[in-house]
Nanobody
Framework: QVQLVESGGGLVQAGGSLRLSCAASGRTFSTYAMGWFRQAPGKEHEFVATITASGGHTYYPDSVKGRFTISRDNVKNTMYLQMNTPKAEDSAVYYC????????????????WGRGTQVTVSL
């Protein structure tokens, strides 16, 4: 079992930068593919980024590609989301998640979830 705790959220100006972290418990962090999802008020969960267990491959939707970067440190059992030049529409609660097997943008296949961290982008 994996427990995930997000941190680093808060208020950021549009065009600025923010880094989210996701700390994982357990000794098997390096065996899980990881992902970030977000949910804005009144909207469905949206895929943000995913990374393979080794960290060698990543995938993003067009909405954040080139602005956000997902990474992980398997020694520190931590995953990150670097958010550069955020926009107002990036405001949401951000959740980190973990899954067995291949990385993907498929929310339903993720096994473990954090409680989320709020990101608010001001104009």
């Amino acid at each position: 079992q994996v427990q995930l705790v997000e941190s680093g959220g808060g208020l950021v100006q549009a065009g600025g930068s923010l880094r989210l972290s996701c700390a994982a418990s357990g000794r098997t962090f390096s065996t899980y593919a990881m992902g970030w999802f977000r949910q804005a008020p009144g909207k469905e969960h949206e895929f943000v980024a995913t990374i393979t267990a080794s960290g060698g491959h990543t995938y993003y939707p067009d909405s954040v590609k080139g602005r956000f970067t997902i990474s992980r440190d398997n020694v520190k059992n931590t995953m990150y989301l670097q958010m550069n030049t955020p926009k107002a529409e990036d405001s949401a609660v951000y959740y980190c998640s973990a899954k067995w097997g291949a990385y993907c943008d498929c929310r339903a296949s993720y096994d473990y979830w954090g409680r989320g961290t709020q990101v608010t982008v001001s104009l």
